[in-house]
Structure formats: structure tokens, C-alpha cells
């Protein structure tokens, strides 16, 4: 098995949101381990959050399931369940189809790091917890809509 150079592997930052929503994603950057090792069954992402920076919008996944590590300094994962510290070493699981709006933020003066692996599945449904919004996902790319499918409005993507 071929060692990874995590120097060479490109770190992405960015996001797929729609209009001004791609804004909270400042602060969060990855690298596509599992692509760069020639993975194809699930995706291994490795995750940086600058001080402050979130990892995502609140969300959940109907086809795929999600497990987070965090490998660097202290986050904070926030789900429906409340707020739980995550250090380095400790792990989430979030099955798929678990309706439980998740994700991790860095509320130190630090950066954090956390591992994502995930399954790869053709297509993809995902809600978001705090949004009327809804994410499906497919070869052709990533289309945003109102939770019934729905087109979504300017003053719902902050244009």
C-alpha cells in the first residue's frame, strides 16, 4: 500500500453552497486523501478549520454514512443532540438516513484538523438541519433546492 505525501495531495478550500451561504465556509480547507490513494468505495477526507470556521452548514445524509476523527487541537460538534468538545482522538458516527443535523466548528484560538470518512454512493440526499434546503447530489453535480424540491429564492441564498 503507497504511502500518502500529505505535501504533494492539494488542499481545497472553498464550498459548493449556493449564493452567499459558500461565505460561511471561510476558515475550512481539505484534502482529498482517499481520491489521491486511488479510492473509489468511500471518500477520506482530511478537514482544516481555521479559529472560528465551521465545517459545513448543519446537515444530514440520507445514502451515506459519516464518521469524523479529530487529529489536531479541539472542536466542537454541534447536532440535535447539544454541543460535545471533541479532542484529538475522538471519534462521531452519523448513520445514513439518522435524521440528526451535525457539524464541527473550531471555537479555539487555533487551527483544528479532523478525518472524514464517508461511503460513495452514485447519488445522494442530503437536508440541512437550520435551512430550508436541500442538497442532491449525482454525476451531473450538486443541486440545491427548497427541502420539497422547490427552487430556492435569493433572500434564502443571502443574493
Not at 61 to 75: A, K, L, P, R, W
Not at 105 to 122: D, H, K, Q, S, Y
Request: aromatic residues 6%; negative net charge; glycine residues 12%.
Amino acid at each position: 500500500m503507497p504511502k500518502l505525501d500529505l505535501s504533494k495531495i492539494p488542499l481545497k478550500g472553498g464550498s459548493s453552497y449556493p449564493g452567499k451561504l459558500a461565505q460561511a465556509m471561510a476558515g475550512r480547507s481539505s484534502q482529498a486523501l482517499g481520491d489521491a490513494g486511488g479510492l473509489s468505495q468511500y471518500g477520506v477526507n482530511l478537514v482544516r478549520l481555521d479559529p472560528g470556521a465551521i465545517s459545513s452548514l448543519r446537515h444530514y445524509h440520507i445514502q451515506q454514512d459519516e464518521f469524523v476523527m479529530v487529529t489536531e487541537g479541539t472542536c466542537t460538534l454541534i447536532d440535535d443532540h447539544g454541543e460535545h468538545t471533541l479532542q484529538v482522538g475522538d471519534c462521531a458516527a452519523f448513520p445514513a438516513g439518522e435524521a440528526n443535523g451535525h457539524h464541527v466548528v473550531n471555537r479555539t484560538e487555533v487551527p483544528a484538523v479532523f478525518l472524514v470518512v464517508g461511503t460513495r454512493t452514485e447519488k445522494e440526499t442530503g437536508y440541512y438541519s437550520d435551512l430550508d434546503m436541500k442538497v442532491s447530489v449525482d454525476a451531473a453535480g450538486y443541486t440545491f433546492t427548497r427541502k420539497d424540491g422547490s427552487p430556492l429564492t435569493a433572500d434564502q441564498i443571502g443574493e
